[in-house]
């Protein structure tokens, strides 16, 4: 039995993927344990995991939801400093008292999501295996291509090279505190120098919840990159959709996410575009409106209104889909071979809906752009032209065959057995011969 420690930024969208991953590990008889503040504990919705609260001075009790509601409306670019400075802090605590945490709980490897760059530090200051996995798009740089939080199209020309270098230099800047952080810890770790995200990925194993052929063209990939599709839990785990009233309608879903779901105006705007062609339409706001706000949106034009809904099953409903474009979204919707209309506010929402464009699943409107005439022009164009359909469930097909989490946990255990990198289905293979002779349970 393996014990392995998680580390990973306190938003619901990437504990839920991590959270998947874990749970197939402990049902093939590992120990995982989630380090993080102690607010992150009420998070996690499988009791079988086991919490290290770490950062109890610096995040005392009911502080992370400050950081999230930053996170959600930074604002302009002071506030987008303060989250970025948020960003550096939260790394820099993680780096100070995830050493101890690591000793206390004895851990053999760690599952490092890429957006906290000190979960690749301390496996590496403690000479701990680690797996690198891309909840969002992936941080791995590549010459001439966007940053996944970039809203550009794939470059075609030196013109659009020019840009996507142009924006990661700004980008950098931007990020300086977060940047100096990262250096300040390799260094006093001894490790070799870094400055980004990008520099702290794993040697050992590298998991993306993409499918190659959603993410843009990529050339220079390290040969331990898996592109294993989303994490999630078994569907028959989920809950059905049962919508009252249903008159046969196409039938539209809606959601901005955890974090952006308070969005109250451009939620009306997207009701009133559904009045518009007569369909019937779906609302998640994640909890984040009230009452009054969610009867306004139906007397603007939404047949629904929910705080959450269960998205695969809504999706496997929806002749399309309304959505920020958040990742788990999106690898949703092509399971079910559902059409996008993408309304990208943040993080690496840009990237994933000018992937979405690129792939042909659907377009794209700016949100401080998307009038009620451009959604209702574009949400039409979703619905009946039937292209954007026949990529959707293309890709949907990718996913499909992608592996899921049963190949992540299976890539997981392999780094952390063999502590090399894990590159072939033969090293998998290799892996489940040392997992039987050490008496840990088959990898399939």
Known sequence: MLHFAVIAPPFVSHVRALEALAGNLIARGHRVSWVHQADVRALLTDKRIGFYAVGGRTYPAGSLKTLVERAAQPGGLFGLRRVIQDVAAMTD???????????????DAVIADQMEAAGGLLAEALGLPYVSVACALPVN??????????????????????????????????????????????????????RSLADCLSPWAQISQTTASFDFPRQQLPPHFHHTGPLRPPLKDEPALELPDDDGRPFVFASLGTLQGGR?????????????????????????????????????????????????????????AVTHAGLNTVLDAFDAATPLLALPIAFDQPGVAARVVHAGAG????????????????????????????????????????????????????????????????????????????NHLHVE
């Open 141 to 194: 740089r590549e010459q001439g291509l966007p940053l996944p939080v970039m809203p550009w199209a794939y470059p075609v020309d030196e013109r659009g090279k020019k840009i996507s270098a142009t924006s990661e230099r700004v980008y950098d800047w931007l990020m300086r505190p977060h940047g100096q952080v990262i250096a300040e810890h390799a260094r006093g770790f001894k490790l070799a120098p870094r």
């Open 93 to 107: 605590m993680l780096c100070r008292e995830g050493p101890g945490a690591l000793r206390a709980l004895r851990a």
């Open 264 to 320: 109250l105006g451009l939620f009306m705007r997207i009701a009133r575009a559904c009045k518009a062609l007569d369909v019937q339409l779906l609302l998640a706001h994640c909890n984040r409106l009230g009452a009054a706000e969610a009867a306004a949106l139906k007397k603007a034009g939404a047949t629904w209104v929910c705080g959450f809904a269960p998205q695969r099953a809504a999706l496997a409903q929806a002749n399309a």
């Open 363 to 438: 377009l794209r409107l700016l949100p401080a752009l998307a009038s009620t005439a451009a959604i209702t022009r574009a949400l039409r164009r979703v619905l009946h032209e039937p292209a954007f359909a026949e990529r959707s469930h293309a890709l949907g097909e990718d996913v499909r065959q992608s592996g899921g989490v049963e190949m992540a946990a299976d890539i997981v255990e392999a780094a952390a057995l063999l502590r090399q990198p894990v590159l072939t289905g033969q090293l998998l293979a290799e892996a489940a011969a040392a997992a039987f002779t050490e």
